[in-house]
């Protein structure tokens, strides 16, 4: 389990009036970081907000390191964080979302298919309109091979919109996002659960949108993903759907499946009665019950009916413990308007205070 941001308090290297945090998650891509370093601090250099880079190695055995700290000695803007053995990706988006210090939060990928380019673009549609909280990167023309990433991709990105309602992202594959730092404040990963976070922080009540960004083709080093992730997503899908569905009551999950066995239980009955009297029968000829498999089958699913109903109420306490240890509300405040305020239209995004938070 990790945290997203309250190991923020534990973090040494912080800075200060940081606007934008870059985050590269990276992974044995010696020939190709110098580039894509030298292309985000061209970037920022034509920026007026404050940036900050903040690259996670994720237990990289090549050369990337130190090719990185070499070009990156005298900028002042960056950090590498540096695991001690592989932990994955979902481990090191983490990682640089706990560092981070930008209001503003933008994870990328560092295989140099992300263009820096866009970031700009993302950061400044996060204030269009009443303002986003997270704008979410679309690779509509991907430059990647059709069988073995972009049909996969395809066929995922369609099971997650209908699976979490999250209509409004195309690709949730995409590693080029902006967040805002506010919405991953209680959020926690797992697995492969990093292409989910739209999904996740959508059922906390952020506001998402989409921008079109540029797709590059890979010049260097090879993909360390592929089909052989499948199974992992899709098992990840279903932890995600069932904490967004049913983590404050998952009494309600499981009350449903015990409903199910019990239909079934109570049908499978009637047949085994309706064969003691001979009826549905091959022969016409009467089954006992103490013979009957109905019976039995009957037997059999109302235990499963009652095991469900146990683990539910188990699921029950269970999730109101996890709740009140970490002291988690189980809503999000947006913002909170006193009448001063009202006199005024609010500021598209609006920061409660730690005391008006309190006080509501």
Request: overall charge neutral; aromatic content about 8%.
């Amino acid at each position: 389990m990790i945290n997203t941001r309250t190991q923020h308090e534990h973090m040494t290297n912080t800075r200060e009036g940081v606007d934008v945090s870059i985050v590269v998650p990276l992974m044995n891509e010696e020939d190709s970081i110098v580039a894509l370093y030298n292309e985000i601090a061209a970037m920022i250099d034509q920026q007026t907000l404050a940036y900050e880079v903040i690259f996670v190695d994720d237990g990289s055995s090549d050369q990337t390191i130190p090719r990185l700290s070499d070009a990156t000695a005298d900028d002042g803007r960056v950090s590498i964080v540096q695991f001690t053995k592989n932990f994955g990706q979902t481990a090191a988006m983490a990682a640089g979302f706990a560092y981070a210090n930008g209001s503003v939060i933008v994870p990328m990928d560092g295989d140099g298919q992300n263009d820096p380019a866009d970031i700009p673009r993302l950061v400044a549609k996060l204030g269009e309109g009443d303002g986003w909280d997270i704008v979410s990167g679309w690779r509509k023309d991907r430059k990647d091979k059709m069988m073995s990433r972009r049909l996969p991709s395809i066929i995922a990105n369609r099971l997650v919109k209908q699976m979490t309602w999250t209509t409004e992202i195309h690709d949730f594959g995409c590693s080029l996002k902006a967040y805002r730092s506010d919405v991953l404040e209680d959020v926690r990963l797992y697995g492969e659960m990093h292409r989910f976070l739209p999904a996740i922080c959508k059922w906390r009540g952020a506001r998402i949108t989409e921008e079109v960004v540029n797709h590059r083709a890979r010049t260097a080093g090879v993909s360390k993903y592929g089909l052989k992730r499948t199974i992992k997503v899709l098992l990840d899908l279903l932890t995600v759907k069932f904490m967004g569905d049913y983590l404050a009551k998952p009494i309600y999950f499981f009350g449903k499946l015990a409903m199910g066995f019990m239909v079934i239980a109570f049908l499978a009955l009637g047949l085994a009665v309706i064969n003691k009297f001979g009826i549905l029968t091959e022969d016409g000829d009467p089954v006992n019950l103490n013979r009957s498999v109905f019976l039995l089958f009957a037997m059999m699913t109302g235990l499963i009916s009652v095991m469900m109903l146990m683990m539910g109420v188990l699921s029950e306490l269970m999730s109101r413990i996890y709740h009140e240890s970490q002291d988690r509300r189980p809503y999000k405040v947006r913002r909170v308007l006193s009448s001063e305020d009202r006199a005024d239209p609010p500021s598209p995004v609006g920061r409660v205070s730690p005391q008006k938070e309190k006080a509501s």
